[in-house]
């Protein structure tokens, strides 16, 4: 008899393809999700040694425990009456300063805190010119010098306080001395302050009290370099017009024009242009 063989067909690769990739794909998701539970595994512990001192409950208490209070960011000194008088003069408490005074004595006042303020520096920082006044009244120096060099008047006028300015210079403080830099020199930073508050009236207030419009900060910058910089066209406009020099450079040798160009203040420019200040400044 005739013996047939049959011959099995192989499946064409397409097809064995199709077979492994579910295989494949299923392996990726289980190698996934042993990560993840590993990963909780790991993690829920830690949470809960991190975690249990803020839900469970103190020994023999059925209630839970008050959350933590917040920590104190307050020094033990601050308690002391120099503290408390230097508090009530920042907040303008009146009735404060008088009870710490009346318990304490005249010394409080006049008392140097941090880099040699005094009260009266931290009134006039605060912009308390009630204070400032009491102070003022009651023994402190108008024009009195920390360890930089500065009065109550630079605290005054670096916040734009300038009514406090103006009363101090009355009481004899001077507006023209100079503040002393960490290189040992020393510059003036009233007309710069009055610049960076945008305040005409207070820079034409400065001058009329004589003090140099051209008055050079630590980096050697006037009051235009500041004004033009900032593109400030009106006190620009003003510091032209009272004479401050336009040519004038800072310690870089740059100009006023070259501050403005920079900036891409251009209206500055062509007004600084105008006045007379050279391109090449």
């Not at 975690?51 to 933590?68: N, R």
């Not at 006023?256 to 391109?279: I, K, N, Q, T, Y």
Request: proline letters at 6%; hydrophobic letters at 40%.
């Amino acid at each position: 008899p005739t013996r047939v063989v049959t011959r099995q067909r192989r499946a064409p690769l397409a097809c064995r393809a199709c077979r492994t990739a579910p295989s494949a794909a299923m392996g990726e998701k289980q190698a996934l999700l042993a990560i993840a539970f590993g990963f909780v595994a790991f993690s829920v512990p830690l949470l809960y040694q991190d975690t249990k001192h803020i839900w469970q409950a103190p020994p023999g208490s059925a209630f839970p425990p008050p959350p933590p209070e917040f920590p104190s960011y307050t020094y033990p000194e601050e308690d002391d009456k120099d503290a408390k008088f230097r508090r009530a003069c920042t907040d303008g408490n009146l009735v404060e300063a008088e009870a710490v005074l009346k318990e304490f004595g005249p010394e409080v006042v006049t008392k140097a805190h941090w880099h040699g303020n005094t009260p009266i520096f931290e009134a006039a920082r605060a912009g308390q010119l009630a204070m400032v006044r009491w102070l003022v009244e009651h023994g402190a120096k108008a024009d009195e010098k920390n360890e930089w060099g500065d009065a109550p008047v630079n605290e005054a006028a670096t916040m734009g306080h300038f009514d406090i300015v103006w009363f101090l210079a009355e009481k004899g403080a001077d507006l023209k001395a100079p503040h002393k830099d960490h290189a040992g020199g020393g510059h003036n930073a009233l007309i710069l302050s009055a610049v960076r508050h945008r305040s005409v009236e207070a820079l034409q207030k400065l001058k009329d009290l004589g003090v140099d419009l051209d008055t050079r900060h630590w980096n050697g910058n006037s009051a235009l370099h500041e004004a033009a910089r900032s593109g400030e066209k009106e006190l620009v406009a003003w510091l032209i017009r009272s004479g401050a020099n336009v040519s004038a450079t800072n310690d870089s040798g740059e100009g006023p024009v070259a501050e403005a160009a920079s900036m891409g203040h251009f209206d500055v420019l062509w007004l600084l242009l105008e006045a007379g200040c050279e391109v090449g400044e």
